[in-house]
């Protein structure tokens, strides 16, 4: 079933797909048609009715990390409507050679896609991957909302392999998620639930001191 939620310039429909109901994204810009899909996860034929309940293009496809369960459908959905493949540059390559798609716009922290005549801004999430990305999109009253993919969920960050790496996901999520935006920003993660930022800040000494 697809939630859809229409803005004043954006549309934002959501499926969960595949074995661990990975969420996927598709933005549809409300001016001109352009869409773009926040991870092709899996179960293709699915993501591609999605883009057809849209405006049936697909301009792009953001993978917000190398993992597995964030990418099975990639292939297929790249090559049935010839979007262009875009993720984090540190993970690009592990990207590449797992779908064979050659990721033809490598993200880094603070660069800006563009979906018709809308902005997106890219922001760098390292810990979970080393090149994990967000999206932010700002309607034109202010409100942010943000795609995390794995990096931030309700209830803490998402899973990291060792102490050092929770404490970058951390720094970022903190400085480049909750130093920069309002409570208001609503946030919509890889898996499970969406939440705010504001339903998240008071936890965030609790999520450091416990180290996940």
Known sequence: MTETQVLDELEIRQVAVGPMDNNAYLLTCRADGSQLLVDAADDPDRLLALVQEGTGRLDAVVTTHRH???????????????????????????ITEATDIRIRRRLHDGDRLALGELVLDVIGLRGHTPGSVALAYTEPGGRVHLFTGDSLFPGGVGATQSPEAFTRLFDDVSARL??????????YP?????????????????WRARGW
């Open 190 to 206: 890889g898996h499970g639930r969406g939440t705010t930022l504001g339903a998240e800040r008071p936890h965030l000494a609790e």
């Open 68 to 94: 597995p369960d964030h990418l099975r459908a990639l292939a297929s959905v790249v090559a049935v409507t010839g979007a262009t493949a875009a993720a984090g540059a540190d993970d690009a390559e592990a």
């Open 178 to 187: 909750f130093d920069r935006f309002g409570d208001d920003t609503r946030v």
